[in-house]
């Protein structure tokens, strides 16, 4: 087996590996706040009779822009040696709605549901994508890895990774429209957050590395005939 090659198989997993375990750790305290509060949702709907949604009993995280621009610094507080006050901006912020009592715009509760779907599948996926990662892994310790099942690992994590961003990205734009018919801060306008771009990278690296692999795989028959 080609030594080289090898190790930038290694190294392309590892980098991955590095990749969605940093995303995980970022995303894992929103992911269990959000458990926990419609958790509750949960308990007070089965006690009160009233089935609360998302959009009127929840948490928001918004992404903020100026109205004015950026560095404009719309916000106000103060120095703690001398009390002078100092401007500021402010990019990102959660806020929580405990109720909302006027009629919310029609399609919320569309939204709500695709994004607690979306939500299930982003976990099934970076659930499946490091098994795979993983016996890829193996594969390659037990110098398999011109092995075409390999090819076919490294396109599902490729097309995974694309239809994981593809599917943050709708979770995110959902997000934003629910947030923006029902939070509104003076000074700031909401924007739609993009999630983490490398992901896509990522995925059409992989999937690029498939080709690769594949065209070894056809050169090394072709060459185990000819001898």
């Known amino acids: 087996m080609d030594r080289r090659l090898k190790i930038m198989t290694i190294a392309l997993c590892a980098i991955y590996l590095a990749i969605i375990g ?3 750790h970022r995303e894992m305290a929103d992911f269990v706040y959000g458990f926990k509060i419609g958790f509750k949702m949960g308990l007070e ?5 009233k089935v609360p949604t998302l959009s009127t009993a929840g948490t928001f995280f918004l992404s903020l822009k100026p109205e004015n621009g950026l560095r404009t610094f719309p916000s106000k507080f103060r120095n703690q040696v001398d009390r002078m006050p100092m401007k500021a901006e402010i990019e990102k912020m959660v806020v929580e709605v405990s109720d909302v009592t006027g009629r919310l715009p029609k399609g919320t509760l569309v939204a709500d549901i695709c994004m607690y779907f979306l939500s299930f599948f982003t976990i099934f996926v970076m659930i499946i994508i490091p098994i795979q990662s993983f016996r890829i892994l193996r594969s390659i310790t037990k110098d398999k890895i011109f092995d075409p099942a ?13 239809a994981f961003y593809i599917a943050n990205l709708v979770n995110y734009f959902l997000h934003y429209r629910t947030a923006a018919s029902v939070v509104e801060m003076d000074g700031y306008k909401l924007q739609m957050e993009w999630g983490n771009t490398s992901l896509i990278l990522l995925g059409f690296v992989v999937l690029m590395f498939a080709e690769v692999l594949k065209v070894s795989v056809q050169m090394k028959e ?3 005939l000819t001898v």
């Open 45 to 49: 709907s089965v006690e009160t009779g």
């Open 222 to 224: 072709e060459q185990d």
């Open 22 to 24: 940093g995303y995980i």
């Open 150 to 162: 390999n090819i076919r690992k490294l396109r599902f994590i490729g097309y995974a990774l694309l």
